[in-house]
C-alpha cells in the first residue's frame, strides 16, 4: 500500500503565502514524477506543478513566478510554496506521485488540502 499524506493548507488573505507538504510512504520502489494539483467547486481537476526525480518543472501559467514546487527524494516528499496568493487560488489543492512499487507502476493521488484565499 502507498499513502500520500498533504498538509500546510488553510486560510490566508490575499497577497499571503502558504507551504505545501506532501509525503508519500509504504511500499515504494522509486518515485517518478510528483506534483500538485487543484480542483475548485465545479471545475476540473487541474495541473498547477509537476517535478521529474531529477528535478526539472513545469508551472500552470496561471502561478508561475508565484508558485515554487521542489522535492525532497530523500523523504519521498514534495513541496509547493505559494506566494501572493489571489481569490482564483482557491481550491482543493491534490499531490501526485508516480511511482513503481511491488504490485504497478502507477499514479497515486493524496487527499486533498483545501487552500481559501480570501479577506
Known amino acids: 500500500q502507498v499513502q500520500l499524506v498533504e498538509s500546510g493548507g488553510g486560510l490566508v488573505q490575499p497577497g499571503g503565502s502558504l507551504r505545501l507538504s506532501c509525503a508519500a510512504s509504504g511500499s515504494i520502489f522509486v518515485i517518478y514524477g510528483m506534483g500538485w494539483y487543484r480542483q475548485a467547486p465545479g471545475k476540473q481537476r487541474d495541473l498547477v506543478a509537476r517535478?521529474?526525480?531529477?528535478?526539472?518543472?513545469n508551472y500552470a501559467d496561471s502561478v508561475k513566478g508565484r508558485f515554487t514546487i521542489s522535492r525532497d527524494n530523500a523523504k519521498n516528499t514534495v513541496y509547493l510554496q505559494m506566494n501572493s496568493l489571489k481569490p482564483e487560488d482557491t481550491a482543493v489543492y491534490y499531490c501526485?506521485?508516480?511511482?513503481?512499487?511491488?504490485?504497478?507502476?502507477?499514479?497515486?493521488w493524496g487527499q486533498g488540502t483545501q487552500v481559501t484565499v480570501s479577506s
Open positions: 517535478i521529474t526525480s531529477g528535478g526539472s518543472t
Open positions: 501526485s506521485a508516480d511511482l513503481s512499487n511491488d504490485y504497478a507502476t502507477r499514479r497515486y
